[in-house]
């Protein structure tokens, strides 16, 4: 069982920058592939990015391709996402997700993935 924690979510002006965090409990971290989802009002959860177990690979949706950046530490067990030149179109809250899929490609689908965190809510002010 894996339990994530998402923190660093709040307002911000756009064109500002936020970093999130997912604390994941226990000590299998390093074996989970994971990747960050965020779902704006009236819409469908999306995938944002997504990286390898040992962080050796990272994918980008479009929207965020060149403007966020998915990193993570297994030996504080943490996922990180920095998010850099915000506009209002990444209003939303932001999930963490664990997956023992082994093909980056397969983070993509949230069917793939194991474990959520509960979510935490990011505002980018126009």
């Known amino acids: 069982q894996v339990q994530l924690v998402e923190s660093g979510g709040g307002l911000v002006q756009a064109g500002g920058s936020l970093r999130l965090s997912c604390l994941a409990s226990?000590?299998?971290?390093?074996?989970?592939?994971m990747g960050w989802f965020r779902q704006a009002p009236g819409k469908e959860r999306e995938f944002v990015a997504g990286?390898?177990?040992?962080?050796?690979?990272?994918y980008y949706s479009d929207p965020v391709k060149g403007r966020f950046t998915i990193s993570r530490d297994n030996a504080k067990s943490t996922l990180y996402l920095q998010m850099d030149s915000l506009n209002a179109d990444d209003t939303a809250v932001y999930y963490c997700?664990?997956?023992?899929?082994?093909?980056?490609?397969?983070?993509?689908?949230?069917?793939?993935?194991?474990?959520w965190g509960q979510g935490t809510q990011v505002t980018v002010s126009s």
């Open positions: 997700a664990a997956s023992r899929r082994k093909t980056l490609v397969d983070l993509l689908l949230e069917s793939h993935y194991d474990y």
């Open positions: 226990g000590r299998t971290f390093g074996t989970f592939a």
């Open positions: 990286i390898s177990w040992t962080g050796g690979r990272t």
